[in-house]
């Protein structure tokens, strides 16, 4: 490697990693996040395929999650489900769904007024499902991969909204990229 590059690489390094770095070092409470450690979210989600196949329908669809989290300060981790329909195919009625498992880190990047800003990544397994089983061949477990942001709303001592927005990618049977509008609900215990 030579001079130039390793420092135009050092300076994309640079410029990547500072703002994330400074926007944990800003102090922010957990202005919108739930006052309780553990909560419950539920969400609906609308999905954009990013790639198009020629054998499936690659409209916008819908989905939905639920999922456990346990907050610490501005930080917060989360286990849940996904279950969203992502193909359709062009012959006959079959559609495919995304059945996922994921675990979801997130941080609370500013808050005011019970309202915060939060980035999130999001990493999991799972398989397509067939609508009807009987006409599809088993599918293998596929990893998953993204991540994005979004807004809570602190709607009462354990009630919050989160609009959300994201990107992730599915590796395996059939190996797509989508992006995701969800809006939900979370509970504190």
Do not use: H
């Not at 808050?111 to 088993?138: F, H, I, M, Q, T």
């Amino acid at each position: 490697m030579t001079q130039p590059e390793r420092t135009d690489l050092m300076t994309l390094s640079f410029r990547g990693i500072l703002p994330l770095v400074l926007a944990l070092m800003v102090p922010a409470g957990a202005g919108a996040q739930s006052l309780q450690k553990i909560s419950l979210q539920g969400s609906g989600a609308v999905l954009f395929a990013t790639r198009n196949d020629p054998d499936y329908d690659s409209k916008t669809r819908l989905g939905w999650e639920a999922q456990a989290r346990y907050t610490f300060g501005r930080f917060s981790f989360g286990a849940g489900y996904q279950r969203s329909t992502v193909f359709a195919f062009t012959e006959g009625p079959l559609t495919l769904a995304l059945s996922f498992g994921f675990m979801e880190p997130r941080v609370v990047l500013a808050a005011r007024r019970g309202v915060a800003l939060y980035l999130a990544g999001r990493v999991g397994a799972g398989k397509l499902v067939c609508s009807n089983p009987d006409e599809c061949a088993p599918q293998k477990t596929n990893i998953g991969y993204g991540g994005g942001g979004g807004l809570l709303v602190r709607l009462s001592n354990r009630l919050s909204a989160d609009l959300g927005g994201q990107y992730f990618e599915v590796r395996g049977d059939l190996p797509s990229g989508y992006a995701m509008i969800r809006a939900g609900l979370g509970f504190g215990l």
